[in-house]
């Protein structure tokens, strides 16, 4: 087990599944791990939960809903003001929602929660991950990138097309995980900031709770049989936040610890660029 100790360690969606239990086996590896979630209530427990088995008092919650860019802003303000530094940040909070809706922001819910949120709150704190260099960041996608033969910036609000359990919509966020990365790697080359992707699996956690009827208890049947446990699903992720192997490799894409081409259209330069101003201007940072 590499040992963190000194690290800092922001890390996202870690309440539940993945984004959990990656935050314990880094508290376990003597990181100081803030963790950031929506509610107070499961940001205790997990607290609380990362101190007993991971017998780890540098760990601290942050509370944020990643779904409106003022708390992502309130996020990044209060993890400058309770630390000096920031050595790795894990973009991992995603959820995937039946019903299309906008965010308070006017921006699709998928969107704004899986890949504005990545955005917006990496650009708040690059600043203080370039004077921590050696730094990374992680970016967690998905397979379900693969939906899309293109990414469809005439379909950010999902009005033009919406599929089963909004499936399109989250398929278009996490492609947008990969376009993003690649677009922060080329502009982060030689500032010893890494940032790299990854598909954690398909991993039994709270992700498939929108898929009600028959779809959602077939899911939650077959679930715990043929799916990884929430530790499997961390273990790429936090293996890319730790491993020696990984220094100074940055914007691929990542599957069971190992590299992995991603779709045709996740390796879309002029779109990864397009997304990147597009997310500027959407966020208030300015176009690019
Ligand atoms: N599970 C899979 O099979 C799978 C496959 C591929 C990729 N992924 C990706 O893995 C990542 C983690 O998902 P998971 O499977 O661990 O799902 P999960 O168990 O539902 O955990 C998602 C985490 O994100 C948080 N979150 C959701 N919406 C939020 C918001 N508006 N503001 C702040 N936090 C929010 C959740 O908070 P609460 O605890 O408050 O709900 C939770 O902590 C996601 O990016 C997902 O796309 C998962």
């Not at 400058?80 to 906008?102: I, P, Q, T, V, Y």
């Not at 929108?210 to 992720?237: C, S, Y």
């Not at 890319?240 to 779709?263: H, K």
Request: glycine share 10%; proline share 2%; with cysteine.
């Amino acid at each position: 087990m590499s040992d963190m100790q000194g690290k800092v360690i922001l890390i996202t969606g870690a309440t539940n599944g993945i984004g959990r239990a990656a935050a314990l086996d880094l508290a376990r590896r003597g990181a100081t791990v803030a963790v950031a979630g929506r509610s107070q209530q499961r940001l205790d427990d997990t607290l609380a939960m990362i101190r007993a088995e991971g017998g780890s008092e540098t760990v601290s919650g942050l509370l944020a809903d990643l779904s409106t860019q003022a708390d992502v802003r309130r996020l990044a303000d209060g993890f400058r003001s309770k630390h000096d530094r920031l050595d790795m940040l894990l973009n991992n909070a995603g959820a995937s929602f039946r019903e299309r809706a906008d965010t308070a922001d006017g921006l699709e819910r998928s969107f704004a929660v899986n890949h504005m949120a990545y955005y917006l709150l990496t650009r708040l704190l690059l600043d203080m991950l370039q004077a921590s260099a050696p730094a990374r960041i992680v970016n967690v996608s998905s397979e379900a990138h693969r939906q899309l033969k293109t990414f469809d910036f005439d379909n950010l609000d999902g009005r033009k097309r919406w599929t089963m359990f909004g499936f399109s919509a989250y398929s278009q966020s996490k492609l947008a995980n990969i376009l993003f990365t690649r677009e922060l790697a080329r502009r982060l080359d030689g500032t010893g900031v890494t940032v790299n992707a990854m598909h954690p699996g398909a991993v039994n956690t709270g992700l498939f709770q929108n898929i009600e009827g028959i779809g959602g208890r077939v899911i939650g049947a077959l679930a715990p049989i043929f799916m990884k446990t929430p530790e499997q699903g961390a273990d790429t992720l936090v293996w890319l936040a730790t491993a020696d192997e990984m220094a100074g490799r940055s914007g691929g894409y990542y599957d069971r610890r190992r590299l992995r081409e991603p779709s045709a259209a996740a390796q879309d330069d002029a779109a990864a660029q397009r997304l990147w101003s597009l997310s500027a201007e959407l966020c208030g940072l300015g176009v690019e």
